[in-house]
T-cell receptor
Framework: DTGVSQDPRHKITKRGQNVTFRCDPISEHNRLYWYRQTLGQGPEFLTYFQNEAQLEKSRLLSDRFSAERPKGSFSTLEIQRTEQGDSAMYLC????????????FGPGTRLTVL | DAKTTQPPSMDCAEGRAANLPCNHSTISGNEYVYWYRQIHSQGPQYIIHGLKNNETNEMASLIITEDRKSSTLILPHATLRDTAVYYCIVRATDSGYSTLTFGKGTMLLVSP
């Protein structure tokens, strides 16, 4: 399977704990995006990387959130001191810069904060 | 990016064509129309996109009106597996990257 993969698929944690999610994009894609989706809503943009550079962050990305893409391949999204409001589906997408630049999404990581 | 308007829900009988409308009356000349769908508890799946001309691929057809203010996604022979939320998104792609701005989409229910 050469699509976008995310790990873990599900994460249950207690309030105040730190969690880290991983995204592996499609191999030749140089752009990587993180989105968050809460129940009944469409996905909302969090942050974007081109290669290893984080070029944009949404205001939704509070100081407790940090994302990295150290070698321009996989990316991690860490949430520190989780809150119940962080419960959501975290989606990763990747694309190849160019005329099409179509984003392809992974299956998501479902986070539940108790 | 321009906003879109979609009906919140639609029904379709299995085997019939599903026609999902989208209004994007403020679309700019450099903005494409994209369609994604999201089956329950999965990530969004890219379906098709277009600028001016009608487009067709193995999944669907996209019909864009001449004034580009609206479009229709057509699933020619809907199956139960097509039950999903369908998102219509307009997005500029000629000035570097741009993110996808999702609305609430249309919940399509395909019934036997």
């Amino acid at each position: 399977d050469t699509g976008v993969s995310q790990d873990p698929r599900h994460k249950i944690t207690k309030r105040g704990q730190n969690v880290t999610f991983r995204c592996d994009p499609i191999s030749e894609h140089n752009r990587l995006y993180w989105y968050r989706q809460t129940l009944g809503q469409g996905p909302e943009f969090l942050t974007y990387f081109q290669n290893e550079a984080q070029l944009e962050k949404s205001r939704l990305l509070s100081d407790r959130f940090s994302a990295e893409r150290p070698k321009g391949s996989f990316s991690t999204l860490e949430i520190q001191r989780t809150e119940q409001g962080d419960s959501a589906m975290y989606l990763c997408a990747s694309s190849l810069a160019g005329a099409r630049d179509t984003q392809y999404f992974g299956p998501g990581t479902r986070l539940t904060v108790l | 990016d321009a906003k879109t308007t979609q009906p919140p829900s639609m029904d379709c009988a299995e085997g019939r064509a599903a026609n999902l409308p989208c209004n994007h009356s403020t679309i700019s000349g450099n903005e494409y129309v994209y369609w994604y769908r999201q089956i329950h508890s999965q990530g969004p799946q890219y379906i098709i996109h277009g600028l001016k001309n009608n487009e067709t691929n193995e999944m669907a057809s996209l019909i864009i009106t001449e004034d580009r203010k609206s479009s229709t996604l057509i699933l020619p022979h809907a199956t139960l597996r097509d039950t999903a939320v369908y998102y219509c998104i307009v997005r500029a792609t000629d000035s570097g990257y741009s993110t996808l701005t999702f609305g609430k989409g249309t919940m399509l229910l395909v019934s036997p």
